[in-house]
């Protein structure tokens, strides 16, 4: 079973830099797109970015040009390097993991979204 674990996020002043990180477990990850999702509370959960398992990365209009989205397959992880952040980026960080044509969370039935990490923003 896929396991995804996010950690990193922090309170950081606006302008600052954060980066996150997100290890899999429970499967091979070199074959899977891994995505980055955020929640404000009382908000819609959003996409970040999105890496396929060939490294193409895609980025939210929001992320582009501040957000890196990239991959270690040999370290099964994923992380989002978060620069020039703004109280707008606070929020609960999650990743997610597609296996084939599914997303391991982000469908009707999915796995639990988890704890994420918390990133906050403010001076």
């Known amino acids: 079973q896929v396991k995804l674990v996010e950690s990193g996020g922090a309170l950081v002043q606006p302008g600052g830099s954060l980066k996150l990180s997100c290890v899999a477990s429970?499967?091979?990850?070199?074959?899977?797109?891994m995505a980055w999702h955020r929640q404000v509370p009382g908000k819609q959960r959003e996409l970040v970015a999105h890496?396929?398992?060939?490294?193409?990365?895609t980025y939210a209009d929001f992320a582009k040009g501040r957000f890196t989205i990239s991959r270690d397959n040999g370290a099964k992880t994923v992380y989002l390097q978060m620069n020039n952040l703004s109280p707008e980026d606070t929020a609960v960080y999650y990743c997610?993991?597609?296996?084939?044509?599914?997303?391991?969370?982000?469908?009707?039935?999915?796995?639990?979204w988890g704890q994420g990490t918390q990133v906050t923003v403010s001076s």
């Open positions: 997610d993991a597609k296996y084939g044509s599914a997303w391991l969370k982000n469908r009707d039935g999915g796995a639990p």
């Open positions: 890496i396929t398992s060939g490294g193409k990365p």
């Open positions: 429970g499967t091979i990850f070199s074959v899977l797109d």
